[in-house]
Structure formats: structure tokens, C-alpha cells
């Protein structure tokens, strides 16, 4: 599985999106985060990281150029450790991995499993609900080894 990954931080956007203002960069991004993870502005604006579906809609919203963004990722076809899988994806804050890979291992397991830290390897199904979850933007054709 290819894809790119637009993960990253508000802070770092915020440099990359020069001349902008900070105040500028608030109301156009906040707005999109509490869209997309269904939040309340107040909520949104204390969020630091960004996932992908939400950088994309904001750089199509400034008119920049898309290419200077994200970062390709490369997840193979086999079986993955999860500790490279989180060394794989940028910008990943515990709590959007470790409680959400539980989560979906035990049902893609069939509540077989009680605590992540025992499944040491995901499956490519695993893999491609997580980055679904965490906001990554896969098509189908990056995915065709891992179907719904």
C-alpha cells in the first residue's frame, strides 16, 4: 500500500503557509478540524495536529499547491508490526493511536482482543480501517491488497 500522508501540525502548516498570519490561519483551519472530527470550534482550535483531511481542504481553500505537501508512505503488503507502524506515519499522538488501533483489532478480531499490547502484528485489513479512521485519504487503487 502507497500512499501520502498530509499529516502534520498547525505549526508547522503555519510556516509552510508564509505570508499568512496566525489569526488568518486560525479562521480558516479551525473551522475545517471541527468539521471533520465533528467538534465544536472551541474544541477545534485546541487541537495541534492535523490529519490529513483536514490539511487537504485547507490548502485547496488558500490556492496553494499540493505537491509542496504530505509525504509519500509506503505500508507493506504483509503483516506489520505496530510499533512500525507508528513510526511510519507523521504527526501521530498516542491518543490517536494506540486507543483506536485497540479499538479496531478488537473488532476486526471479533473482541478476541482485550489489550492491543499483546497483538504485536496487523493484518493489511487492520491497517488500511486505522488509517481510514485517523483521517488518511486513501483511494482504491492504493489499496487494492487491502479490500474493504
Same mark, same amino acid.
Given at each position: %500500500? ?17 505570508? %499568512?498570519?496566525?489569526? +488568518? ?38 490556492? %496553494? ?29 498516542? +491518543? ?29 485489513? +487492520? ?14 487503487? +492504493? ?6
Amino acid at each position: %500500500m502507497k500512499f501520502t500522508s498530509y499529516r502534520t501540525t498547525k505549526k508547522k502548516l503555519l510556516k509552510q503557509c508564509a505570508p %499568512m498570519g496566525e489569526r +488568518e490561519f486560525r479562521r480558516l483551519i479551525n473551522p475545517i478540524i471541527a468539521e471533520k472530527r465533528n467538534l465544536d470550534l472551541t474544541e477545534a482550535s485546541q487541537k495541534q495536529y492535523l490529519q490529513s483531511n483536514e490539511v487537504l481542504p485547507f490548502i485547496e481553500k488558500i490556492g %496553494m499547491d499540493v505537491e509542496n505537501f504530505g509525504k509519500t508512505i509506503v505500508i507493506p503488503g504483509t503483516g506489520l508490526r505496530k510499533e512500525r507502524l507508528r513510526t511510519l506515519l507523521p504527526y501521530l499522538p498516542y +491518543e490517536d493511536f494506540t486507543p483506536v488501533l485497540i479499538r479496531i483489532l478488537a473488532n476486526t478480531r471479533h473482541n478476541q482482543v482485550n489489550k492491543g499490547k499483546f497483538v504485536k502484528y496487523i493484518n493489511p485489513l +487492520e491497517v488500511r480501517r486505522y488509517l481510514l479512521h485517523i483521517g488518511e485519504l486513501l483511494t482504491d487503487t +492504493e489499496t487494492k491488497k487491502a479490500p474493504n
